[in-house]
T-cell receptor, first 119, second 113 residues
Framework: GAVVSQHPSRVICKSGTSVKIECRSL??????MFWYRQFPKQSLMLMAT?????????EQGVEKDKFLINHASLTLSTLTVTSAHPEDSSFYIC???????????????FGPGTRLTVL | AQSVTQPDIHITVSEGASLELRCNYS??????LFWYVQSPGQGLQLLLK??????LVQGIKGFEAEFKRSQSSFNLRKPSVHWSDAAEYFCAVGAGGYQKVTFGIGTKLQVIP
C-alpha cells in the first residue's frame, strides 16, 4: 500500500516550452503533497507544499509563477514548469501524506521521480 | 532553521562487513529524524524514523539507528552489508507545523564483493 506514482518518468523538452509532471497517490488519499528538486550529487530541496483545494506554499527562492502547482483532488497534484530553461533540468520528486493520519510527523511516501532535461 | 550534515559523501565497504553512516543534525527542539534510501533513478524509501522513546530504532532491511542527543547524531548501522544495499542514503530532520523535512546531502554506499 501507500504507492505514489509520477508521470512521466523522463521528459526532454526544448527551451521555452512548458512541462507538466503528475503526482498521484494510487491507493490512498493525500491531504498534503510535497514537491522536491534534486540536483546531481546534491540533496533534495523542498520546493513547495501542496494542499488539496488551496494554494501551494512555496519555499523561499522558488518562483511560484515558474513552478505552477495544482492539487486538484486528494489523489493528484501537478507541477508545471513554465518556459523551461536548461537550468531547470533536474530530478523532480513528489511525496504525499495519508489523509486522516493524525501523527504529527508521519511518513511521507515518495514517488519515483521525474527526470527533466531542457535542451 | 534545522540542518543536517552527512560528513561522508561516499563510502565503500566489503560485502558482509559492518556499516555505519554518520548523520549530525542541528535543531532547537526535539528533532524528528529519518533515514531514507534511494536507488539510482528512483524515489526514496523510508528505512526508519525516530520521534520519541527508545533511542535505538530498528528499521527495515536489517538497519538500525541510534539517536544521541548529546552528540546531535542519528547514525545508521547495519551489522552485515549485502550487495543489494548499494544505494544513496539520506538522513533527514523534520520540524514545523506542516511537516517540513530537511535532507542531508546524502551518502553514496558502494559494496564490493
Amino acid at each position: 500500500g501507500a504507492v505514489v506514482s509520477q508521470h512521466p518518468s523522463r521528459v526532454i523538452c526544448k527551451s521555452g516550452t512548458s512541462v507538466k509532471i503528475e503526482c498521484r497517490s494510487l491507493d490512498f488519499q493525500a491531504t498534503t503533497m510535497f514537491w522536491y528538486r534534486q540536483f546531481p550529487k546534491q540533496s533534495l530541496m523542498l520546493m513547495a507544499t501542496s494542499n488539496e483545494g488551496s494554494k501551494a506554499t512555496y519555499e523561499q527562492g522558488v518562483e511560484k509563477d515558474k513552478f505552477l502547482i495544482n492539487h486538484a483532488s486528494l489523489t493528484l497534484s501537478t507541477l508545471t514548469v513554465t518556459s523551461a530553461h536548461p537550468e531547470d533540468s533536474s530530478f523532480y520528486i513528489c511525496s504525499a501524506k495519508i489523509l486522516g493520519d493524525k501523527s504529527s510527523y508521519n511518513e511521507q511516501f515518495f514517488g519515483p521521480g521525474t527526470r527533466l532535461t531542457v535542451l | 532553521a534545522q540542518s543536517v550534515t552527512q560528513p561522508d559523501i561516499h563510502i565503500t565497504v566489503s560485502e558482509g562487513a559492518s556499516l555505519e553512516l554518520r548523520c549530525n543534525y542541528s535543531y532547537g527542539a526535539t528533532p524528528y529524524l529519518f533515514w531514507y534510501v534511494q536507488s539510482p533513478g528512483q524515489g526514496l524509501q523510508l528505512l526508519l524514523k525516530y520521534f520519541s522513546g527508545d533511542t535505538l530504532v530498528q528499521g527495515i532491511k536489517g538497519f538500525e539507528a541510534e539517536f544521541k542527543r548529546s552528540q546531535s547524531s542519528f547514525n545508521l548501522r547495519k551489522p552485515s552489508v549485502h550487495w543489494s544495499d548499494a544505494a544513496e542514503y539520506f538522513c533527514a530532520v523534520g520540524a514545523g507545523g506542516y511537516q517540513k523535512v530537511t535532507f542531508g546531502i546524502g551518502t553514496k554506499l558502494q559494496v564490493i564483493p
